[in-house]
């Protein structure tokens, strides 16, 4: 099984076309899914929660949030020497968008069950979405890539530098009143399981063009 780095940053050589599809269909099932967590009003993954935070106290759309951010982190893959693919400027501007049309479109529902529904269904969703972005292999998004910089520049894994970015936006986006309850919980231990067998399952790496 190719570990998360390669799937990442594989060369974007095999049947372009049929990636693309599969990259933007991810990517709006990212944007959704997150928006799911967003109606369910029981928390959210780490970025969404600052993003969160940044919106309530500015007044930005939570999506539009996380295009910002995504420039802003962008910024920080300069010394890090990270280079962008397509996947990475898709994923900086679709995942927003998408979640703010979702949110536009969509009312929050009303009761425990269908709010839990909705945090159960974005957390599932999103590991499927997970799994289809990078699996097209196109450029892992934005705070992937910085993930793999960091790791890359300090000799720490990835998965410790996940952690302690993640970790700290979390922290600022509660401080700033980000949703933080059992969906964070819940996505926090099951997108590395999800992103586990999904990955692979959408992995275009043994195509041929």
């Given at each position: 099984m190719l570990d998360l780095a390669t799937l990442l940053e594989r060369p974007t050589r095999e049947r372009?076309?049929?990636?693309?599809?599969?990259?933007?269909?991810?990517?709006?099932?990212?944007g959704a899914s997150s928006a799911l967590l967003v109606l369910g009003g029981l928390g959210l993954e780490p970025w969404n929660v600052f993003h969160q935070g940044l919106s309530r106290h500015t007044g930005i759309a939570i999506g539009t949030w996380a295009i910002l951010a995504s420039a802003g982190v962008l910024l920080l893959w300069i010394p890090l020497r990270q280079r962008p693919g397509i996947g990475t400027i898709a994923n900086a501007i679709l995942v927003g968008a998408v979640m703010d049309l979702v949110l536009w479109l969509v009312a929050a529902p009303h009761g425990l069950a269908a709010r839990t529904t909705c945090m159960v269904a974005g957390v599932l969703l999103?590991?499927?979405?997970?799994?289809?972005y990078i699996g097209a292999g196109l450029g892992p998004g934005?705070?992937?890539?910085?993930?793999?910089?960091?790791?890359?520049?300090?000799?720490?894994?990835?998965?410790?530098?996940?952690?302690?970015?993640?970790?700290?936006?979390?922290?600022?986006?509660?401080?700033?009143?980000?949703?933080?309850?059992?969906?964070?919980?819940?996505?926090?231990?099951?997108?590395?399981?999800?992103?586990?067998?999904?990955?692979?399952?959408?992995?275009?790496?043994?195509?041929?063009?």
């Open positions: 372009l076309g049929s990636r693309l599809v599969q990259l933007i269909l991810g990517l709006f099932l990212y999103n590991g499927i979405a997970t799994g289809a934005p705070r992937d890539g910085l993930m793999l910089g960091i790791s890359r520049r300090t000799g720490i894994s990835i998965r410790v530098a996940r952690w302690s970015v993640e970790a700290a936006v979390l922290v600022v986006g509660w401080l700033l009143g980000g949703t933080v309850g059992l969906g964070t919980l819940l996505y926090a231990l099951s997108i590395g399981p999800l992103a586990h067998f999904f990955v692979p399952f959408f992995d275009r790496s043994t195509e041929t063009s």
